[in-house]
């Protein structure tokens, strides 16, 4: 799935700006579907000119007008086509990941580092889950509910494992300081 067709999942809770759908992707999105100003403006665009979103110019005193979009008919039927691909797939890009594949070649203080900013970043999902958690409201579709519990589940793992393996990275980085 694209940044496009998020944006059109989120414009079906209702009309947004880019500055809107970017806090959205930053907060509920965030530990799963990340998207910045440079691709969301882009995908809005696009879909403007398709005619599956409709943007309206509120002017600002001071500032550019503020532009909010809603979807239409015609983006709602793309959007729906787009649901029914069943081949979906579940892409990991973790810089993290990438790091420690090559903790044989770091300080061990950097890996340490690096580790502790990691558990750090995942505490901060954590706390994020329990505020969606405390401002949950009944009528949330099943599947927010769905990729809540997801990604609760994910963090806890992913904190036991760092936390009950960290030492395989220490050990191999002490090695690589006693023998480099």
Not at 34 to 52: E, F, N, Q, V
Not at 76 to 100: D, G, I, P
């Amino acid at each position: 799935m694209d940044v496009k067709t998020v944006c059109l999942g989120m414009l079906t809770d209702g009309p947004a700006s880019g500055y809107d759908l970017k806090k959205e992707f930053e907060s509920s999105f965030g530990h799963f579907f990340s998207a910045g100003y440079g691709s969301i403006y882009p995908a809005l665009s696009t879909l403007s000119d398709k005619g599956y979103v409709d943007c309206e110019e509120i002017p600002q005193e001071g500032k550019p007008d503020r532009k909010v979009y809603r979807i239409t008919d015609e983006g709602r039927q793309f959007l729906l086509r787009a649901l029914e691909k069943r081949e979906t797939c579940h892409k990991v890009r973790s810089e993290f990941l990438a790091t420690m594949c090559f903790a044989h070649l770091m300080a061990p203080d950097d890996v340490e580092a690096v580790i502790d900013h990691r558990l750090t970043e995942i505490e901060k999902y954590k706390q994020l889950f329990r505020e969606i958690e405390q401002d949950w409201q009944p009528e949330w579709p099943p599947g927010a509910k769905f990729v809540l519990g997801f990604g609760k589940t994910m963090a806890g793992a992913m904190e036991t494992y760092i936390t009950e393996n960290r030492h395989l990275l220490a050990d191999e980085a002490a090695v690589k300081t006693a023998v480099g």
